[in-house]
């Protein structure tokens, strides 16, 4: 089927709950660019988010952060995979919403952590007890991760190519972001 994307579709969620690869898949299957607002901060910096955290801080990068969102939403609907800090903040949620779509991939913590202890590339994870820091970060962002326009449950079981299925039927029941031609 050919579909149509009237907005951007912009991933939310935490870390480990696949924004990027189920991101990927959809714009696949959708027909429309994938962008990932950690990559283009990171080309636009030409430095890795670590690296831009241990120089210039969190709230530096958050800044930046919003600044990237904003601008790619202004460009042609797309797939947008966002930071899991970055639906956090009320003005990037306010813009999300306005001028695209929130779609939270909704894992739980047993899901998330499998997922993310074994990789090194996460710096809020840089801690004496990582999965004791990774639940704080989860008990702390679900609330404003359930204020996406969409939810769409992950499950282990789920391969991203199924996640990417159950993320086309739950936007396809809104003909303002998606239509069937």
């Given at each position: 089927m050919a579909w149509q994307v009237k907005k951007t579709i912009v991933m939310v969620g935490m870390m480990g709950a696949g924004k990027t690869a189920v991101g990927k898949a959809l714009a696949a299957e959708l027909g429309v660019p994938f962008l990932d607002s950690d990559h283009e901060i990171e080309s636009a910096a030409n430095m890795t988010i670590a690296e831009?955290?241990?120089r210039d801080g969190e709230a530096f990068f958050r800044a930046k952060e919003a600044q990237v969102i904003a601008r790619l939403l202004d460009g042609k609907p797309c797939i947008?995979?966002?930071g899991g800090g970055a639906f956090l903040a009320e003005p990037n949620r306010k813009v999300i919403s306005e001028r695209g779509v929130a779609v939270w991939l909704n894992a739980d913590l047993d899901l998330l952590w499998s997922r993310v202890k074994h990789r090194d590339s996460r710096p809020l994870l840089k801690t004496a007890d990582p999965f004791q820091t990774l639940k704080g970060?989860?008990?702390a962002r679900v609330p404003l991760y359930a204020q996406a326009d969409i939810m769409v449950r992950s499950r282990p079981e789920y391969s991203v190519q199924d996640m990417a299925q159950k993320v086309v039927a739950a936007?396809?029941?809104r003909p303002d972001i998606l239509e069937a031609t």
């Open positions: 831009i955290f241990a947008l995979s966002t970060l989860y008990e936007i396809a029941e």
